[in-house]
């Protein structure tokens, strides 16, 4: 069997990530898969890109524009929706042809245009789609907050500026996908059963197949190791309680960098005399600016990209904390328990699902930072800790390792080829 997996980017980005370690799985365990990307990174041969189109950055720039005129030409919220005005046809391309499967992921930002994937669909081959956010079964946005108008009709998108110039781009982008799926039959993938619970109640997935399957890690590579020797390496103190936090932007409100920051001022204020063993390690854009929110020292790393300083960054740090306020099942999650971890998060979105409370770490009372602060607090004391770094461990492997994802959607590939 072949499986073409499609991608805006082949390495940056949480879906990215996600759709490469998935090619991967699929590979190591007897499925012929490909990625076809708009944006290459590396020499991997099983990954295509569209090829050098001088077009595609002015399609991307064109999609913004639209948006920002919308928008009544402010900037706020310009990369939280996409409208698919703008892309490239890619069904004539022979990866495309020859694959018996077409799985489509993260493909906004210009790569590919509703009337892209609708021709996708009329090709006849079999499709499923992974939800590495809500676009799929809402208007525009990639995560809807409070807002619940995709069960019927988006429109007037909170996102965008009241009274906004021209068409209201959400109820037109949801009419448009509206009739692309209902000639279409589609197997929608959620990675969290939040998000395929969220897709269930949509109008737009109303009679398509709706199913929750995890991301994969390779957790041969993502493994426990020395703490001490990966602290060397990171050139971190050794004598200290490192707390991990990563995002590839710091500054989006959707992660709740704020609520981090307000979490260690009460650890401050509360356990004086854990506040003096802890420091701070913060993976990410403008990781460098945020020395001054914090009470504690803090060691900024930019974007990584390299597997093996990651793996040793996590091997380094006695927890991670994540306190996103949206988010659908994040990889740096996998990745910590992975490597024996335990997590802190909010109860929100796939966070609960993953982080199983006061076992492999613990789940902190949404939007409430001394909870949050708590959670640190008993997590990097607990009498437990090295069992809870075992059971991290175990959950990692038992839940999303490579062999067990990939028998998953090796399963879903046998059903959509056999209909």
Same mark, same amino acid.
């Given at each position: ?28 365990? #007897?499925? &012929? ?53 703008? #892309? ?14 077409? %799985? ?20 006849? &081959? ?5 939800? %590495? ?33 021209? &068409? ?6 949801? &009419? ?26 949509? +109008? ?18 993502? %493994? ?7 602290? +060397? ?20 409100? +959707? ?15 509360? !356990? ?67 490597? #024996? ?15 199983? %409370? ?26 437990? !800790? ?22 998953? !959607? ?10």
């Amino acid at each position: 069997m072949r499986v073409l997996i499609i991608n805006t980017s082949e390495r940056i980005g949480g879906a990215a990530i996600a759709a490469n370690r998935l090619m991967e799985a699929l590979k190591n365990n #007897g499925i &012929k898969a490909k990625m076809l990307v708009r944006d290459k990174q590396t020499e991997q041969m099983t990954v295509v890109p569209i090829g050098g189109n001088w077009m595609l950055p002015v399609k991307f720039v064109w999609e913004r524009i639209v948006i920002f005129i919308a928008n009544r030409l402010k900037k706020h919220n310009l990369f939280q929706v996409d409208i698919a005005n703008t #892309g490239t046809d890619i069904t004539s391309m022979p990866e495309f042809q020859q694959a018996d499967v077409i %799985h489509l992921h993260w493909v906004n930002q210009g790569f590919m245009s509703l009337s892209d994937i609708e021709k996708i669909i009329r090709s006849g &081959k079999p499709i499923v789609i992974t939800m %590495h956010d809500m676009w799929y079964f809402t208007g525009i946005c990639h995560y809807s907050g409070s807002c619940d108008k995709y069960r019927n009709e988006c429109n007037h998108c909170p996102l965008l500026t009241k009274g906004g110039f021209g &068409k209201d781009l959400a109820s037109k982008v949801f &009419k448009r996908k509206l009739k692309i799926y209902s000639e279409a039959k589609i197997t929608f993938i959620g990675c969290s059963r939040w998000i395929s619970a969220l897709a269930e109640q949509g +109008r737009l997935t109303n009679g398509q197949v709706v199913m929750n399957i995890p991301n994969a890690i390779n957790t041969n590579v993502f %493994h426990p190791k020395d703490k001490a020797e990966a602290r +060397r390496i990171c050139h971190l103190p050794e004598d200290k309680k490192l707390v991990l936090f990563g995002s590839q932007r710091i500054t989006d409100e +959707r992660k709740g960098f704020k609520y981090l920051v307000d979490a260690c001022n009460l650890i401050k204020s509360n !356990y004086p005399e854990l506040a003096e063993r802890i420091c701070l390690v913060v993976v990410g854009a403008d990781s460098e600016k945020v020395r001054s929110q914090i009470p504690f020292p803090v060691y900024p790393v930019s974007y990584v990209s390299d597997e093996e300083y990651m793996v040793n960054l996590y091997n380094a740090v006695d927890i991670y904390v994540t306190p996103s306020l949206q988010d659908n099942l994040p990889n740096t999650i996998v990745e910590a328990m992975s490597c #024996g971890v335990p997590c802190v998060g909010f109860n929100v979105g796939g966070i609960p699902e993953m982080i199983d %409370h006061l076992h492999n770490g613990y789940v902190a009372e949404y939007c409430n930072a001394d909870d949050f602060a708590n959670g640190i607090r008993w997590t990097l004391d607990s009498s437990n !800790y090295d069992s809870l770094c075992d059971i991290a461990r175990r959950k990692a492997v038992s839940t999303y390792s490579e062999s067990h994802v990939a028998r998953l !959607y090796t399963n879903v590939y046998n059903k959509v080829v056999n209909k």
